[in-house]
Every structure is written in C-alpha cells, then in structure tokens.
C-alpha cells in the first residue's frame, strides 16, 4: 500500500506543479503578452486592419505605423493593435484594431475597429 501511494505521488506531483506553473512551457496561456511591432507578420495583420475597415466601412484611412501591441493565446492568436493612420483630411489618428488569427489554415478576422 505504502508503495503505491510512493507511486502515485511521483506521479501527481510533477503534473501538479505544471498545471500551478506556468503550463509545461506555454507560458501564459490565455493571457496578454507584448509583441515586436518591426514583425513583418504584425506589420501585415495592422495593414489587413486597416484595409479590411476601409472595405467594411468605406472609409479611406492610410496605414502609418503601430503605436503598441500585445497577443493573446486563444484558438490561434488575438491581437490587441493601436495603430496609428491617416484619414482622408490627412491628419493622423490613433485607433484599435483586434485581429484574431490562426496561420495553420489561413484564416484572418477584423473582430473590432474603433478610434481612440
């Protein structure tokens, strides 16, 4: 019985530990981690932003740079993007894009476009 117990223990306790941890390596899964704004593949998610608005909304705004961003681990990737673009009167605004993808099957969505 003693034996078994032994057992079993060294067998609950590393899952534990990576269950309370920090999930076998995933980091924090679920939660909202900084990106690199200069990836080319963040750069092509804040243009698609601005295009697939532009399209949705007829409007006419022109892609300068991200402001900031983060990534959030969900069934793909969910970014939080504050982009900067020009409107059709050339001044330069600040909006929030989220863009959730998932590269494995080529799929892109413009969840929400908002001025801040």
Known sequence: ????????SLILLPLISVVEG???GLGNLGGWKPIDLS???IQS???????EHNMQSKANLVFVKIVEGKEQVVTGKRYDLTIAAKDGSG?????E???VERPWDHYKSLESFKAL
């Open 91 to 95: 001044a330069t605004k600040n909006y």
């Open 97 to 99: 894009a989220i863009v």
């Open 39 to 41: 990836d080319l593949n």
């Open 1 to 8: 019985m003693m034996k078994c117990l032994i057992c079993l």
């Open 22 to 24: 920090n999930l076998g």
């Open 45 to 51: 998610l804040a243009n698609y932003a601005i295009i």
